[in-house]
């Protein structure tokens, strides 16, 4: 009866891998309290709506891989796919706004429907920083320092890369999206059938197709750095001052957007040579727009999560 297997993509962790995966979250408590982060718990799940109208109707993550049901009282509710949302939704519902800026950390399993392989579970593990109520580049720079004495502190950083790019505030953006569309519009017949619905809705997302057909197509493309007003300029000027000051080895990469819709002026990701095509051990980036797409007052926030069976 296959009923005693785990379901796909899930694992039972136990012996050495139990005891890796305990050090990770051991090591990063210990930092992030050093760096005066507070820990946060928030429920494994959230009503459905917490992620969709924040993650972006088009990203895979809402169009493919959420764990969404009705339960006993017909309440549509979803596993949580990752943490930020979540967080927001606890920082306006539990009254935490009052703190004024927060630096939040966690640790947890997260769910997606995706096509397990080596490195991609459908429950898998997150660690999490945020900081909510900072809008200076000093926030994110933090953040990288943080993410960056993680990677040290285990041990692992010898084979790992900063990859940073901007996407710029909403004027940039919308800038660099009617470009995106003009470009695509000319190989709309190429695309994949996810892209020409993203060519309407949010061309970005076509910059993080994993279609070898649309990636073929990515070479020529608009580049944000050339749509980026001076605002956004100055802002990601002084990120990757600050990273270069601490010495993080950074590259600046022109074909990071990032999965989620809600990501603004800085993001990034941490990729290790050691793990092949499931490189990525961390990543995040700049929200300033989530908080009040979600109905709250305007608030900037900032934060990453890394996979803690790609960390172990
Ligand atoms: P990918 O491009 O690999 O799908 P992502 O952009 O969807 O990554 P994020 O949403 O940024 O990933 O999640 C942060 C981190 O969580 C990733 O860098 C990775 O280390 C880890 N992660 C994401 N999805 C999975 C998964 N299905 N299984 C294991 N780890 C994962
Ligand atoms: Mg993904």
Known sequence: MSK??????????????????SHVVKV??????????????????????????????????????????????????TLRP??????????????LAQHGVMKLFAHGPMFRYERPQKGRYRQFHQLDAEIIGAAEPAADIELLALAWQLLCDLGISD?????????????????????LVDYF??????????????????????LDSKDPGDRALLGDAPRISDYLNDLSKDFFGAVCEGVAALDIPY??????????????????????????SQGT?????????????????????????AGIERLA
């Not at 005693?4 to 995966?21: E, M, N, S």
């Not at 190429?190 to 970005?204: A, E, G, I, V, W």
């Not at 989620?260 to 990701?269: C, P, R, V, W």
């Open 159 to 179: 084979e790992i890369t900063l990859h940073l790019n901007s996407l710029g505030d909403s004027e940039s953006r919308a800038a660099y999206r009617t470009a």
């Open 185 to 206: 519009s000319d190989h709309e017949a190429k695309l994949s059938d996810d892209s020409r619905t993203r060519l309407h809705k949010n061309p970005m997302r076509i």
């Open 251 to 276: 590259t600046h990469d022109e074909r990071l957007v990032r999965g989620l819709d809600y990501y603004s002026h800085t993001a990034f990701e941490f990729i290790t040579q050691a793990l092949g």
């Open 82 to 95: 990752e943490y930020t949302a979540g967080i927001a939704r606890a920082w306006m519902s539990g009254g």
């Open 4 to 21: 005693l297997q785990p379901v796909r993509g899930t694992r039972d962790i136990f012996g050495p891998d139990a005891r890796r995966f």
């Open 28 to 77: 990063y408590q210990k930092i992030a309290l050093a760096y005066g982060f507070e820990e946060i718990s928030t429920p494994i799940f959230e009503f459905t709506d917490v992620f969709k109208r924040t993650l972006g109707e088009t990203s895979d993550v809402v169009t493919k891989e959420m764990y969404s049901f009705a339960d006993r009282s017909g309440e549509m509710l």
């Open 281 to 305: 051990v961390l990543g995040g980036g700049r929200y300033d727009g989530l908080i009040e797409l979600m109905g709250g007052p305007s608030t900037p926030g900032v934060g990453w999560a």
